[in-house]
C-alpha cells in the first residue's frame, strides 16, 4: 500500500507570495491533519480535514488555510507568506478520526521563505 | 492548555546501552499518547498507548502508560546507531482544537 506522498518536497518562495501544498493519504485513510515543525516551536498542528470538513483547527492565523477534495487528498494554502513561515510541513493521514486511530505521516513539504 | 513535556531534550549514550525516554502530560479529555522516531524526514509511528499498565513491545523497543501520574516512557535496549533520531511523544485530546499535541522531542545520539 503506497503511503502518504506530499507534493512539492522544496519550495522556495518569497515574502510576500502565496503557496499551496498537496498531501494524497494512503488510500482508503479519510482523515488529514496537517502540521507546522520548526526548530523553535517543534511539531504545531494546523488542522484536519475529514470528509472534506475541516474538523479540528489549531492556533494559527488566518493566512493558514486548507481544503479537502472528494478523493480525501487535501491541499493547504499559505498567504502572504512571512520568513517565520520557513518550516517543514507535514501531513499526516488516518483511516478514521475516531477513537484509537493512528496518524502516518508524509515526507513533508520543505518550505523555505526568503 | 494541552501540554506533552519529553526529557531529557537530549540523550548521548554508546551503543548497546539501555535508554529510558520520558513524556508527561496535560491533557484534558485524554484519548491516547503515542510515540513516534524522526529520523531525517517525517515521524513513524512508533507505539500508541490508551490503557494503563499495558506494556507494548516491538523488538528491543518497549513502551508503558501511566495515566493516573500522566506519564509514559519509552525504553529501548541494546541501542543501535540506528536508533539515533529525535523521538516524539504525543498527546491526542478528544476534543479541544488540537489533533495531536506534541512534546519537543528528545534527540538520541548513538555512538559505535
Known amino acids: 500500500k503506497a503511503g502518504v506522498t506530499q507534493t512539492p518536497r522544496y519550495l522556495i518562495k518569497t515574502r510576500g507570495q502565496q503557496v499551496t501544498l498537496s498531501c494524497s493519504p494512503i488510500s482508503g485513510h479519510r482523515s488529514v491533519s496537517w502540521y507546522q515543525q520548526t526548530p523553535g516551536q517543534g511539531l504545531q498542528f494546523l488542522f484536519e480535514y475529514f470528509s472534506e470538513t475541516q474538523r479540528n483547527k489549531g492556533n494559527f492565523p488566518g493566512r493558514f488555510s486548507g481544503r479537502q477534495f472528494s478523493n480525501s487528498r487535501s491541499e493547504m494554502n499559505v498567504s502572504t507568506l512571512e520568513l517565520g513561515d520557513s518550516a517543514l510541513y507535514l501531513c499526516?493521514?488516518?483511516?478514521?478520526?475516531?477513537?484509537?486511530?493512528?496518524?502516518?505521516f508524509g515526507p513533508g513539504t520543505r518550505l523555505l521563505v526568503l | 492548555e494541552d501540554k506533552v513535556v519529553q526529557s531529557p531534550l537530549s540523550l548521548v549514550v554508546h551503543e548497546g546501552d539501555t535508554v529510558t525516554l520520558n513524556c508527561s502530560y496535560e491533557?484534558?479529555?485524554?484519548?491516547?499518547l503515542l510515540w513516534y522516531k524522526q529520523e531525517k524526514k517525517a515521524p513513524t509511528f512508533l507505539f500508541m498507548l490508551?490503557?494503563?499498565?499495558i506494556e507494548k513491545k516491538s523488538g528491543r523497543l518497549s513502551s508503558i502508560l501511566d495515566k493516573k501520574e500522566l506519564f509514559s516512557i519509552l525504553n529501548i535496549t541494546a541501542t543501535q546507531t540506528g536508533d539515533s533520531a529525535i523521538y516524539l511523544c504525543a498527546v491526542e485530546a478528544i476534543q479541544g482544537a488540537q489533533k495531536l499535541v506534541f512534546g519537543q522531542g528528545t534527540r538520541l545520539t548513538i555512538n559505535p
Open positions: 490508551t490503557s494503563s499498565g
Open positions: 491533557v484534558t479529555n485524554f484519548r491516547s
Open positions: 499526516a493521514s488516518s483511516l478514521l478520526t475516531g477513537n484509537g486511530e493512528t496518524q502516518y
